[in-house]
């Protein structure tokens, strides 16, 4: 969810804009950032762990990301998840 914007995604840690250019590369090679999920070391987590110094921590770093891109943006990059949280939403609504 996390590749739905790279330079948001790269803005999170001042360093890390140094490797927007291979975050983006990574991004621009599969449809979309749901599809960034082929296998254990090439997992969004792992890319993001491999690209980004200071290292990427999923539970410091993710939600900091998260809200810098939006959850707006990322549901217009990730039809899957914006089906799943309309879901959420029309169980909520009473």
Known sequence: ??????AALAG??????KAL???QKVRDTFASP????????????KRLENLLHPKYKKT???????????LETIELECQHF???MDSLRRTAKP
């Open 12 to 17: 999170t840690e001042p360093d890390w804009n």
């Open 34 to 45: 749901e599809h960034i999920n082929d296998g254990y070391e090439t997992k969004p987590s």
């Open 82 to 84: 914006k089906a799943w």
């Open 60 to 70: 410091t770093h993710g939600p900091r990301a998260a809200a810098r891109i939006s």
């Open 1 to 6: 969810l996390l590749f739905s914007d790279v």
């Open 21 to 23: 250019s291979s975050l």
